[in-house]
């Protein structure tokens, strides 16, 4: 069983590096997996566009398990609606019987690792996008959700690693300090993972996308966009330009 993680697909956008990987993951079985960390995008048009159903049917005819958490771009008045399943010690919606949705405050057994998984984040373009067509206000969690979600961040007290879209605001912090010019979308939300996920949750390493850009080795947090990233290093890798 091999696990593989990569950054946002962002619908067709940004979907060369899983269309790459699809060319090199030869000899996967249902028992590998894809986690796409937010803004997967495919689950988007209501209802959906032939684009989006004929890349979900690809998606499904793949040899291996491609998972999600959900991003700031997703419709998520269609994932509310899904059916929810119990899926290795957790809970998920299946947009394909072989796609699925990684649901909030969810701990999952996956590929021999336990995963704690906190999706949503801010959307910077809000002001730009239309309510239930292009945004959606479930992008971050609820109060109510909020405190389900800490609740269960402080039952699971420990994990092999962390799956959000959006890091937490130390992280931001760091990128400041390393990388002149930089600008993150910090905010309310990020502060809440830094003080209810990052304070709580004791993990090897926490995974995310959201920034468009990739830091693979800056442990404990990784940050990926392009490259798919092999967390048993199988071997089957890849990096999209």
């Known amino acids: 069983m091999a696990v593989f993680l990569t950054g946002d697909t962002h619908g067709e956008i940004d979907i060369a590096k899983v269309d790459d ?10 028992d590998d997996y894809l986690i796409i960390l937010g803004d997967f995008g495919f689950v988007w ?4 566009s032939p684009k989006e159903t004929r890349r979900l049917d690809w998606f499904e ?5 491609t998972l999600f958490v959900d991003g700031n771009h997703e419709n998520f008045d269609m ?14 919606h299946a947009v394909r019987p072989h796609v699925l949705h990684l649901m909030r ?6 590929g021999g690792h336990s995963f704690f998984v906190v999706g949503g984040a801010h959307s910077i ?9 292009s945004w959606w206000e479930q992008e971050v969690p609820s109060e109510e959700e909020r405190t389900r979600i ?4 402080a039952r699971v007290g420990q994990v092999d690693y962390v799956l959000t879209h959006c890091p937490p605001t130390g992280c931001y912090e760091r990128y400041r300090k390393r990388f002149k010019g930089f600008w993150g979308p910090d905010d309310e939300y990020t502060a809440w993972l830094e003080e209810h996920v990052e304070g709580v949750v004791s993990y090897k390493r926490w995974f995310y996308g959201h920034l468009h850009f990739d830091l693979p080795y800056d442990e404990p947090h990784t940050l990926l966009f392009n490259e798919i990233f092999d967390l048993d290093e199988t071997g089957i890798t890849s990096y999209a330009e």
């Open 21 to 30: 990987f699809a060319h090199m993951a030869k000899g996967l079985s249902r």
């Open 45 to 48: 048009a209501d209802p959906p």
């Open 61 to 65: 005819t793949q040899p291996w398990t």
């Open 79 to 92: 994932l509310d609606a899904m059916e929810v399943h119990e899926w290795h010690g957790g809970h998920v």
């Open 105 to 110: 405050g969810e701990t999952f057994q996956i």
């Open 125 to 133: 373009d809000a002001q730009w996008r239309t309510p239930h067509v």
């Open 150 to 153: 800490a609740d269960a961040a």
